[in-house]
């Protein structure tokens, strides 16, 4: 996004015919948009969703055409998730995020949107059949699990709510997005909702206090909308804005951004020029270049030595921890027995940085200081013979005694998912912004007075 392009809503009065007329106009063709179209689509309103030139819908193309299969599951409201997760004493109506801490979105959820039930409506069209359950530590599971634990069975969330599998994953080999969003796409294609392709939307334009439509460029050409009910915005966050990035959240500036590339954050700042309030603009999720399975079965230590988070906790708030807290200055500690435990399939082509028979000269190796790792690995083991961890509270299943030979691992140094072949991830960490526009738990944007913006609603912005 240029700072030189207006983002100043245009009033209703200005514009003398429309291009393009509608009941729901969705902003924006992702996860989140296509999502909100079938949404709308299915409460009868006519919908048409934008989609911007040169976004990841064209690797969605590419997959399909690839022949990944786009799999249908029809299970209206998550049914068959929720059954599959009532073995572990939940109900529908009790599948929520446990605490503020948990999981990717943990620390910017509003309370009132982590008690909502997880599935609902034609979303249930497109979840996944749970199939598994991964109970291992991994960014992404090594089968095809439709649900994952997230950290609920680690401390301390398993004090504030009953641990459950809470994590939805699509049902798929490696990463699960494109999957989702051939699924999605397809939905689209077979209902009446119509997306105007290769359309860039520019300004709100308002009558009075409701936003009513938009201006926008629809193939080089400037085109008006207007939207009878409303306009969402599902543009997604600014990871992609380096502006925005500097002034909101430095730390993530310079790092990998896990996006499709058009994360620009317009749809907040156009939110913003008709009013809107934002919330945590400076949280992040970090995807730190480690593997989860080599950390719990060792430590995480920053550069001084010292422990300073539970190791079986979810790998996102690991992330967190490790650069705002940090800045991805730590090391996996681990016993050569921990690494030959992790498959290699699941190692995505980690090695040690450092081996050595002593931990004395494992300190030389990292430039810690001298008796730092040794006094948190005595500490670690003198508990570990007992299965306890007083101070993180690590699972009594991951501990035991790290003996030598001994192992460490720069996390800075990057890892390499098999999904992106040779490629291996740069500067420690992938990352995409979390904050956003501040909305109801229905999707209706508030403005700096905590009142709703008639006409505007928004979902993953």
């Known amino acids: 996004m240029s700072p030189r392009i207006p983002v100043t809503p245009i009033d209703t009065s200005e514009i003398d015919t429309y291009d393009r007329e509608t009941d729901v106009l969705v902003i924006g063709y992702g996860c989140a948009g296509a999502a909100a179209a079938l949404e709308a689509d299915a ?107 997230m950290g609920e069975n680690a401390y301390p969330f398993y004090e504030i709510a009953t641990p459950a599998p809470r994590g939805h994953r699509v049902t798929s080999e490696g990463f699960g997005g494109k999957v989702l969003m051939a699924v999605l796409c397809e939905a689209v294609e077979e209902s009446a909702v119509a997306v105007h392709t290769d359309t860039s939307v520019l300004r709100l334009i308002r009558n009075g206090d409701r936003v009513v439509g938009v201006v926008a460029r629809h193939f080089g050409e400037t085109v008006t909308y207007r939207a009878r009910r409303g306009v969402v915005l599902t543009t997604g966050g600014f990871a992609d804005n380096v502006e925005m990035l500097a002034q909101h959240a430095p730390q993530l500036v310079g790092l990998a951004v896990t996006s499709d590339g058009g994360d620009d954050g317009r749809g907040i700042v156009m939110a913003q020029a008709a009013g809107a309030a934002v919330k945590h603009m400076s949280a992040g999720q970090v995807g730190i270049s480690l593997v989860p399975g080599m950390m719990v079965r060792g430590m995480i230590v920053d550069s001084l030595g010292r422990r300073f988070i539970n190791e079986d906790v979810y790998p996102g708030l690991v992330g967190q921890a490790t650069l705002f807290e940090h800045n991805l200055h730590v090391w996996v500690i681990l016993a050569e027995e921990a690494y030959e435990e992790v498959p290699v399939d699941e190692r995505w082509g980690v090695q040690p940085h450092f081996v050595a028979e002593t931990l004395e000269e494992l300190e030389r190796e990292i430039g810690m200081p001298e008796g730092a790792l040794q006094t948190t690995v005595g500490e670690y083991n003198r508990f570990a013979e007992h299965g306890e961890d007083p101070y993180f509270h690590k699972s009594a299943r991951w501990l035991r005694p790290l003996q030598a030979p001994f192992a460490a691992i720069d996390v800075r140094r990057g890892v390499s998912p098999p999904e992106y072949g040779d490629n291996v991830g740069a500067g420690g960490a992938e990352v995409f912004t979390i904050g956003g526009l501040r909305t109801t738990v229905d999707g209706a944007v508030l403005d700096l007075g905590d009142e709703p913006i008639p006409g505007l609603f928004a979902a993953g912005v």
């Not at 934008?50 to 029809?74: K, L």
Request: with cysteine.
């Open 43 to 149: 409460a009868g309103a006519q919908v048409i969703a934008t989609r911007a030139p040169e976004r990841w819908w064209r690797i969605v193309d590419f997959v399909g055409r690839r022949g990944v299969p786009r799999r249908r599951h029809p299970d209206p409201g998550g049914v068959r998730v929720h059954r599959h997760r009532r073995g572990h004493g939940e109900v529908p109506a009790r599948c929520t995020r446990p605490g503020r801490r948990s999981g990717e979105g943990g620390p910017v959820q509003p309370r009132e949107r982590r008690a909502l039930p997880v599935a609902r409506g034609p979303w249930g069209a497109v979840q996944a059949v749970a199939v598994g359950i991964s109970y291992l530590p991994t960014w992404v599971p090594p089968t095809d699990d439709g649900l994952m634990w």
